[in-house]
Every structure is written in C-alpha cells, then in structure tokens.
C-alpha cells in the first residue's frame, strides 16, 4: 500500500512563481487534508476537504487554492509564492468514520528565495 | 490562538526510565485525542488515541490519559528506548468537524 504519496519533495520557487503540491491517497479516504510545518509551532490546517467537490478553510488558508476533482487527489497550488510560504507542507487522509486517525505523506519542503 | 499546547519544547530522559509529555487543550469541545510522533524528513505518524469516553488507553508501551475536567493528556512512554527519540505531537477533533488541531511538539531525546 502507498498509501499518501506527495510530489515534489523538494522544490526551491522565487518569489512571484506559481506551483502546485500534488497529494494522492489509495486508500479510497473521504477526508484529505494539507497542513504545514513550521519549526517551533507545530502542524497549522491550510485547508481540507471531505469529500470529491467540498472542500473548506483551515487555520492559514491565505496564500493558497485546493480543489478535489476525484476521491484520490488534493493538490495544493500557490499562487504568487512569498518567503512566508517557506516551509514543510504535509497531505493527509483520514476515513472520517467516527473517531479515527489521519495518514501523512512524507511532505514536501519548499523554499522560496 | 492556540488550541493545543504543548508547553515542554524538548524533554530528555535516560533509556528503561519513563518519559512523560503533556498537552493541554482550552476548546471543550474536543472528543478525540491523539498521538503523532515524527521523525526527521518524515511525515507524522500516529502513535496512540483516546476518546473523550474514556481516561486510559494503553497499547505496548504507549499510554494516553485524559483528564477531561482539567483540559489535560499526557503520553506515557515505559520503558523508553533510543529509538522513541523524535517529534511528538498532540492532536485533537472536535466530533462532527473531522478536523485535526495540533499542538506545536515536544522532541523527546532517550539516552543510551
């Protein structure tokens, strides 16, 4: 089982560009999930979805777009990239039935200089 | 506003003795708990959870307990091994939210 797989791993952006974090899950969840990670304060909710066409804000949704076409896929994409948005950016999944724990993916470091 | 507190940064304890982390939480109405650990260049893992039904959930050597009236869990690793040496991280839900809160983590270094 793969189960949460995300590309890239490492990505360095200039401030301006433009790039989306890809995040697919085979384990036919309904609940995905992007947080972030910055040093010293944890995993912040950027934004989540429950399900294929819903999704909703996190805790830090500014500066980032999610869309859910398929129960498989939530990618993430940056717009106009700022050095704010340097960080670790993790997807996970959850089946969302009752009282049950999310998967990770290994996460995706991003630079932007 | 930080919903979930993990005030202890950093925590070091000998390897066969008992590591205790805490969190603490100020939404009440959080129903489930959990457990992540990470380690580095990894994603989180879950490593225990507990239910706002219960005050004890033990598996292995990993024990949770919740002290609902104080807002309070706390992970009991015995007996601790170098290789319980990570992140970790509290989490908790709210029932009908499906959404995760983390606390900021605590790095737990066991020594040999």
């Known amino acids: 089982n793969a189960g949460v797989t995300q590309t890239p791993k490492f990505r360095i952006l200039k401030i301006g560009q433009s790039m989306t974090l890809q995040c697919t899950q085979d384990?036919?969840?309904?609940?995905m999930y992007w947080y972030r990670q910055d040093p010293g304060m944890g995993l912040k909710l950027i934004y989540y979805?429950?399900?294929?066409?819903?999704?909703d804000k996190g805790e830090v949704p500014n500066g980032y777009n999610v869309s859910r076409s398929t129960t498989e896929d939530f990618p993430l994409r940056l717009e106009l990239a700022a050095p704010s948005q340097t960080s670790v950016y993790f997807c996970?999944?959850?089946?969302?039935?009752?009282?049950?724990?999310?998967?990770f993916g290994q996460g995706t470091r991003l630079t932007v200089v | 506003d930080q919903q979930v507190k993990q005030n202890s940064p950093s925590l070091s304890v000998q390897e066969g003795r008992i590591s205790i982390l805490n969190c603490d939480y100020t939404n009440s109405m959080f129903d489930y708990f959990l457990w992540y650990k990470k380690y580095p260049a990894e994603g989180p893992t879950f490593l225990i959870s507990i239910s706002s039904i219960k005050d004890k959930n033990e598996d292995g050597r990993f024990t949770v307990f919740l002290n609902k009236s104080a807002k309070h869990l706390s992970l009991h690793i015995v007996p601790s091994q170098p290789g319980d040496s990570a992140v970790y991280f509290c989490?908790?839900?709210?029932?009908?939210?499906?959404?995760?809160?983390f606390g900021t983590g605590t790095r737990l270094k066991v020594l040999a």
């Open positions: 979805s429950v399900g294929a066409g819903i999704t």
């Open positions: 384990m036919n969840h309904n609940y």
């Open positions: 989490a908790a839900s709210e029932a009908g939210t499906y959404k995760y809160i």
């Open positions: 996970a999944s959850s089946g969302g039935q009752g009282y049950t724990e999310a998967f």
